[in-house]
C-alpha cells in the first residue's frame, strides 16, 4: 500500500492502461454504477466495485479529473526525470510527452522543451562548454596559431588532432604511427570489381592488386 490519504495514478509504459487508488476512486466519483467507456472499461472485483484498473478510453474516466498542469510545471517534471535517469548512468531516452495529458496540447510541451534549452537547463551545461577531462567538447588542435600566420600560409598549416564530444577523433601523431607500421610491413590494396552495386557478391578470386608496396602518398 502506498497511501490511502493522496490520490495516485500510475500509467503503465505502453499507455494503454492505468491504476488508480481508492482515494482516487472516491475523488473521480467512479463506482459499480459509473457507465462503462465505449472503447475502453474498467475493470471490478467480485462485488462488481471498480478495482482500480483503467484500460484504454476508460482510463479519460480517470485523466479528466486530473489537474492541468501548467508550463512550468511541465518543465520541472522533465528536469525531474531527466535526473532520475542521470542518476542511473543513463543518458538518452525516448518519450511521449505529446500524448502524456490528454488535457493538455502539445504545443505546450514543445514549448516547455524548447525554453528549457533556450535556458540552457538540459543538463548540457554540466558536460559542455569548456575544454576539460569529462566534458563533450568540439575542437580542433592546429600545428600552428592561424592568428600569427600569414593568409598565404593558413593552407598549411598541420591539423594535430580534432575532438568531436570529447572524444579524439584524428591524431597526426597516431596517424603518423600507423603509416610506419604500413611501411614496415607493406600495404595491399584491394577492391572488388563492380563494387557496391553487384548483388550477387564477387568471388575473391576476382579481387584485383591494385597497388603493392609503400602505402605513402595511396589513399585507402
Known amino acids: 500500500m502506498i497511501s490511502t490519504d493522496y490520490p495516485i495514478c500510475l500509467t503503465r509504459t505502453c499507455g494503454h492502461a492505468c491504476v488508480v487508488n481508492t482515494m482516487a476512486l472516491h475523488l473521480a466519483g ?10 475502453g472499461l474498467y475493470e471490478v472485483d467480485e462485488s462488481g466495485e471498480p478495482n482500480g484498473v483503467f484500460r484504454e478510453n476508460a482510463m479519460d474516466l480517470i485523466y479528466g479529473c486530473l489537474p492541468e498542469p501548467a508550463k512550468e ?71 600552428a596559431n592561424p592568428f600569427e600566420t600569414s593568409p598565404e600560409e593558413l593552407a598549411g598549416i598541420p591539423v594535430e588532432a580534432t575532438y568531436v564530444d570529447g572524444v579524439c577523433r584524428y591524431s597526426r601523431e597516431a596517424e603518423g604511427k600507423q603509416q610506419q607500421e604500413k611501411q614496415k610491413k607493406g600495404f595491399y590494396f584491394l577492391v572488388k570489381c563492380y563494387i557496391l552495386f553487384n548483388s550477387t557478391g564477387i568471388p575473391v578470386q576476382n579481387w584485383k592488386v591494385l597497388y603493392q608496396g609503400n602505402p605513402g602518398g595511396i589513399p585507402c
Open 30 to 39: 467512479i463506482t459499480g454504477n459509473t457507465p462503462q467507456v465505449e472503447g
Open 73 to 143: 510545471d511541465i518543465k520541472e517534471m522533465i528536469l525531474a526525470a531527466s535526473k532520475a535517469l542521470n542518476r542511473y548512468g543513463v543518458t538518452s531516452s525516448q518519450t511521449d510527452d505529446l500524448l502524456a495529458f490528454n488535457n493538455v496540447p502539445y504545443e505546450r510541451v514543445l514549448e516547455a522543451y524548447r525554453e528549457l534549452d533556450a535556458e540552457g537547463r538540459m543538463f548540457e551545461e554540466e558536460v559542455k562548454g569548456r575544454i576539460a577531462p569529462g566534458m563533450l567538447a568540439d575542437f580542433v588542435i592546429l600545428g
